[in-house]
């Protein structure tokens, strides 16, 4: 039996395409893997404080406590720390949701990553070599080649330096762009190309999710 850990990282729950994308993917993987066990982790809805990393630095590091700043007890923060990396190294595979805001990644995305860097068995790639990740990215505009916001996209290529050049992971994307398209004055005549990015990648969530977990399956086979 396989574990994958899903964390989603949107702050909308109905209307989320970064979610959406990840149920595709989550409903394909169980499809392959009924027996295996998804662990969730929400951080959209119950994000971490963002004084735990503060608080793990000035331990490390013994730095006077900034005067007004607030802080989490440091057996406290690594408490958590130690819950969120033995969480992530535990799954046998890992479902991202990631919406790009404001050209990056959410404050509460960077805040489990920061703790995930602590860890030096995952920061010399030896924790999580060769185990797969999906990425299911949600962009409100237009980042490709020759649009005018080319390399406005922060989130991803930092994502994609961290869990794949850094943690040695095998990476999958599955990408939406254009999803602000529907709702945005101005951006009417992109709604058809905001359909067709987002159809084709929920045919790229499942298609991961699914080789991903027959590999899985073989493997415990």
Request: cysteine-free.
């Amino acid at each position: 039996m396989t574990t994958l850990l899903r964390v989603d990282a949107s702050i909308r729950v109905d209307g989320s395409v970064s979610r959406a994308l990840a149920d595709s993917a989550e409903a394909a993987w169980r499809a392959e893997h009924p027996d295996g066990v998804v662990v969730r982790r929400d951080l959209g809805r119950h994000p971490l404080s963002p004084a735990i990393w503060p608080a793990l630095a000035t331990d490390k590091f013994g730095w006077p406590t900034p005067d007004g700043a607030e802080f989490t007890e440091v057996e406290q923060a690594k408490d958590l720390t130690a819950e969120v990396v033995n969480e992530f190294k535990s799954a046998d595979a890992v479902l991202l949701a990631v919406p790009l805001y404001n050209y990056g990644l959410a404050s509460h995305v960077k805040i489990w990553m920061d703790l995930l860097l602590t860890d030096q068995e995952l920061l010399s790639g030896e924790a999580a070599a060769g185990r797969p990740i999906i990425l299911t990215l949600a962009r409100g505009g237009g980042y490709g080649p020759g649009t005018p916001k080319e390399g406005w996209d922060h989130a991803t290529p930092y994502l994609e330096r961290i869990f794949g050049d850094l943690f040695k992971m095998e990476l999958r994307k599955a990408e939406a762009e254009l999803t602000l398209a529907p709702i945005t004055p101005g951006m009417e005549g992109l709604i058809d190309a905001s359909k067709a990015s987002e159809k084709e990648a929920h045919v790229h969530a499942e298609q991961h999710a699914t080789v991903i977990a027959r590999r899985l399956t073989n493997a415990a086979a």
